[in-house]
């Protein structure tokens, strides 16, 4: 029901940006939260960044004043900019969704439950 196709990831040195594209394709209209993880070699998956269609923004501690999620409904793409990187940013970071789905301000990244997930890419930050 829901595709998702990251791209965009790369090597960058720290304090550099890098911008991920998610491609969506959905065969429904319902609503959408999406969001982006991240996960570290010998790390638990942890949510970065979500928004739904309604606009609302959640982001994870880590991310805030560095990241942005945005998106383009013309394109159907997701975005995260990422500004200010790290190397403990170094991570596989993966677009997410759930459909039907609103979320509520101030909540965790993770607690809207993606059940869709794109295969990921790969983010390398050197100090």
């Known amino acids: 029901q829901v595709q998702l196709a990251e791209s965009g990831g790369g090597s960058v040195q720290a304090g550099g940006s890098l911008r991920l594209s998610c491609a969506v394709s959905a065969d429904t209209d319902r609503r959408l939260c999406m969001g982006w993880f991240r996960q570290a070699p010998g790390k638990e998956r942890e949510g970065v960044a979500s928004?739904?269609?309604?606009?609302?923004?959640n982001y994870a501690a880590s991310a805030k004043g560095r990241f942005t999620i945005s998106k383009d409904n013309a394109k159907n793409t997701l975005y995260l900019q990422m500004n200010s990187l790290k190397p403990e940013d170094t991570a596989m970071y993966y677009c997410a969704a759930r459909l039907n789905c609103a979320l509520i301000p101030g909540s965790p990244v993770v607690a809207f439950g993606a059940n869709y997930w794109g295969p990921g890419t790969q983010v390398t930050v050197s100090s």
């Open positions: 928004t739904d269609s309604g606009g609302i923004t």
